[in-house]
């Protein structure tokens, strides 16, 4: 399956369009239609619930966009968040050096390598350092003195104000910070779909531990990360870990896993967890002169805890999630997107069999009775199947049909999706029906 399926379906579907498409398109922007938002959403408060609710010791926290700047020197992302450019002077590519070579090569070996798109040789750029963030002035004049960066990660946002929220809230280490947000970065290569994007929305984690306790505690999250897919609903066998060797580790990191899925164009990175030690807090206590410590009273001591971090894409999951979910039924000649039913966008459509009889009035009450509970919508228009059809697209794992003897018995049938079996169903007893069905899926 080709990810342009995807894309096209989401386009069609209104899950995701692509930036200002009017103007010819914003390089790697994408905007979330109806169905795109809710199923992102539907994903992000799983993860929000799992952090903040299931965990006692973990906390919420949304911080701002833009930051002082000195945020970014002491991180270490002025210096280091770069990516090395490479261009083609034959045909223009632009590309990033890992891309095409991985490892170290000595100056003048670039001339040696082939251009992927144009084929000729010798024709590339050295690898020049581009730093990813992007920049904005605050205030009405343009000048170095009033530079800001548009965050390329939440996390900074978290160490800032991790002893503000330890105090506030009385937690003692181990204790978590969670946050969701928009990040952004100026990537060289910006491609498949909402996989890499310059805009993107991280769900991020930041763990206080003892130093000490910090390899113990990376064990613990990595369990607990990929446990959390089993409730997306994605298959187990799409995804794996892959741990960063020494050329991959980022500039904070000790240790550092990534968990990939099989995406239709190969296995690549959701989610990392990354032992940041100390790194960044002893960073910002150097450069903002506060301390950053932690007080022990049982010990009487002061100490800079250790982060394990949890950081995953919204997007990128969400990519996972539509891939897993793309079946096409060859056998019905139909398209299925076959989402969990707790995180579809819409759980259930109501269709009375025709517009009269009493049927649409019926219909309208049953919707009444749903809306409280789920994310259900009214369909009359066309043939029953064709209807049914449309909402299998759409990922709708419950299809609900009044009919003439609904009217009659105050019964209707419930479709499932996937089987596409039709029960029977008592209307007072659909919403126990349909919550019973999405515990069991
Ligand atoms: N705070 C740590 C951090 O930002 P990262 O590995 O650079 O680590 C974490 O990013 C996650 O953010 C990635 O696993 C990926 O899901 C998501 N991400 C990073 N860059 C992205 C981009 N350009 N587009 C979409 N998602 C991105």
Redesign the pocket.
């Known amino acids: 399956m080709s990810i342009e399926k995807i894309v096209s379906l989401c386009k069609r579907r209104g899950f995701i369009f692509q930036s200002s498409e009017i103007y010819g398109g914003f390089g ?1 922007i994408y905007d979330y239609g109806p169905l795109g938002i809710s199923l992102k959403n539907n994903i992000s408060q799983l993860w929000w619930k799992e952090m903040t609710q299931l965990h006692e010791n973990i906390v919420g926290l949304d911080s701002g966009i833009l930051m002082h700047p000195k945020v970014w020197e002491a991180s270490g992302h002025i210096g280091a968040f770069n990516d090395p450019l490479v261009d083609c002077k034959e045909c223009k590519a632009r590309y990033r050096a890992d891309e095409l070579f991985e490892g170290e090569l000595g100056d003048g070996d670039w001339m040696k390598i082939q251009c992927p798109k144009c084929g000729t040789t010798g024709n590339l750029t050295e690898p020049r350092q581009f730093n990813l963030m992007f920049k904005t002035h605050v205030g009405p004049i343009e000048e170095d003195s009033n530079i800001a960066y548009l965050r ?4 900074q946002g978290i160490y800032v104000n991790y002893l503000l929220t330890q105090n506030a809230m009385r937690l003692k280490v181990p204790f978590g910070i969670a946050q969701i947000g928009k ?1 952004f ?1 100026n ?1 060289i290569v ?1 491609r498949n779909f ?5 805009e ?3 769900m ?1 984690m930041q763990y206080f531990v003892k130093p000490g306790d910090d390899d113990e505690s990376m064990k613990d999250w990595k369990a607990k990360r990929i446990k959390f897919y089993d409730q997306l609903g994605i298959d187990s066998k799409k995804l794996r870990f892959h741990e960063h060797g020494p050329n991959e580790l ?1 500039h904070y990191a000790k240790e ?1 896993w ?1 968990i990939e899925f099989e995406f239709p164009f190969g296995w690549s ?4 967890i ?1 032992n940041r030690t100390d790194y960044d807090l002893a960073r910002h206590q150097e450069s903002s002169g506060k301390k950053m410590e932690i007080f022990d009273q049982q010990k009487n001591d002061r100490f800079l805890p250790f982060i394990i ?1 949890t ?7 969400m990519l996972a999630v539509l891939s897993d979910a793309y079946w096409n039924d060859e056998e019905n000649n139909r398209i299925v997107m076959k989402f969990h039913p707790k995180i579809s966008p819409i759980t259930a459509v109501v269709c009375p069999l025709v517009k009269k009889d009493g049927l649409p009035e019926l219909g309208r009450e049953v919707m009444d009775i749903l809306k409280p509970h789920f994310k259900v919508i009214y369909d009359q228009q066309g043939s029953i199947g064709k209807r049914y059809y449309r909402q299998d697209e759409a990922g709708t794992p419950y299809g609900i049909t009044v009919d003439h003897q609904s009217v009659e018995d105050r019964t209707v049938t419930l479709r499932d999706r996937d089987t596409q079996v039709q029960k029977r169903i008592s209307i007072d007893n659909l919403v126990n029906a349909i919550n019973d069905s999405m515990e069991a899926y």
Do not use: C, K, V, Y
Request: hydrophobic share 40%; aromatic share 6%; proline share 3%.
């Open positions: 790697a390329p990660e939440t996390a990040a970065r990537e910006a909402i996989f890499r994007t310059r993107f929305e991280q991020e980022a550092a990534d990175e959701i989610e990392g990354h971090e950081s995953a894409g919204l997007n990128r999951m």
